[in-house]
């Protein structure tokens, strides 16, 4: 049987029900973090002039400033899967040398295929040790071997470590390094143990905002299944959405190689267990097979379809709107289309080549390029532009907060849980705002932050 997680049949923890209310508390973007980071900006510009600049540590030369962006690409799992990423950073480089350059120097963007491969991951984190001054908007979904980035020997040969400005941080090996600094959420309350039962911090706005909206809303959960630490995060997230007030009643495993035809066992499964939405935890991918293979079994309409923000890609949106209609996403971010409510989101759209090559996650890379920036401003404005070294950027990183000029609802530090967020819906083949209905808000109510107790790795375990 594949209801590890159903509550007719038992779980590994005992888990209260609450049903709670989103509360309707929009915040649109804050002015304060922009306009101290423009000053800030500023202050470093003045620092530039009649500089004379040095080679100041690795990966940081008289004239550049190299940084490497590693993310899964070339996994026969899922190819292509991150490329977003690495497309975004290398976007943001060009936004940067365009418009003045970082450290009074051009940025110079390299990068590494991780492969959803532990060994290429740990390579990669190595050579960026070898080359880079840090990484930025990395997005390696396997990554348990993350000690490079917490001793990696700086010029000098002290192992300070290696600055990670990251895009999403999955595994919790990398998002615990206190070097790590995560666009996206951690799930882990660092430092932690990351073993046994443990907290686990969570943004749950979204699933409350699903429970209240699809009532009743008894989900079946496709949970990305071919990592072990896809599946760890997929049940911290099935637990999060109990509390939130959805009632899993299924959860299977789905692995990226998968036809369309394997999703007709889980269907007849979900429809089974009395399911009336299917949550896609794993990719775009994942969900357009689902979709079709329900349409080529005729319960298609059987369900609603909701997912993260992993579905919220140019991939999906091309996707058959015969099947794509309805659907949800949740966002962490402002949407595409409001690129004139942020400078950051605007730089996006525009070094991206347009909304119709726009990536959720990929764009969590172009925000650490942002935050990474801001971190270098703070050093040249307080110490010029020779002061350039891991350690003082380790320094900046832990000071660090930023709103990535007006992208998201509150400006967050690097091991924070945001609480904001927006859900979309595919209309007629496009995206449109649901909720907040505003253009330029999102939900920032303190009650969407929750944390759950659970062993991840024990309830992974029970996961077919």
Known sequence: MRHAF??????VAVIAVIALSVLATACGRSGSSESSSSTTAAGAAAKCKDAKLEATEIGVTADTITVQVMADVGSPLAPGLFQGNIDAVKAWGQWVNDNGGLGCRQVKVTEWDSKMDPTEAKNGLINGCKNALALVGDNALFNPDSATIGNCADKAGQPLGLPNFVGLANDANEACQPNTWNVQSVQEVCPSTLTGARDLQGQTGYY??????????????????????????GVVIAEQQRKAGIDVVGAVKVSGRAEQSAYTPYLQEAKSAGATTIYDGS???????????????????????AGSLSIYNKEYTAGDPSVTNGTYSGLSQLPWDEADKSPGLAAYIKYIGGAEKADALGANGFMAGIAFKEAID???????????????????????????????????????????????????????RVYPTEAGKLDCSASNKIVVNLDPQAVAATVK
């Open 378 to 432: 703070s050093i040249v404005a307080a110490k010029g532009p020779n002061a350039i070294t891991r350690a003082t950027v380790i320094d900046a990183l832990k000071n660090t907060k930023s709103d990535f000029q007006g992208w998201i609802g509150q400006a967050k530090g690097g091991k924070e849980i945001m609480p904001c967020y927006a859900v979309m819906q595919i209309q007629d083949g496009k995206w449109k």
């Open 283 to 305: 990719n775009s991918a994942v969900m357009l097979k689902a979709q079709k293979e329900a349409k080529a079994q005729g319960v298609l309409n059987n369900f609603k379809w």
């Open 6 to 11: 159903n509550s007719r049949t038992g779980r």
């Open 208 to 233: 409350q905002w699903l429970a209240k909206n699809l009532s009743p809303n008894k989900e079946y959960y496709l949970i990305a299944g071919d990592l072990p630490s896809t599946v760890q995060s």
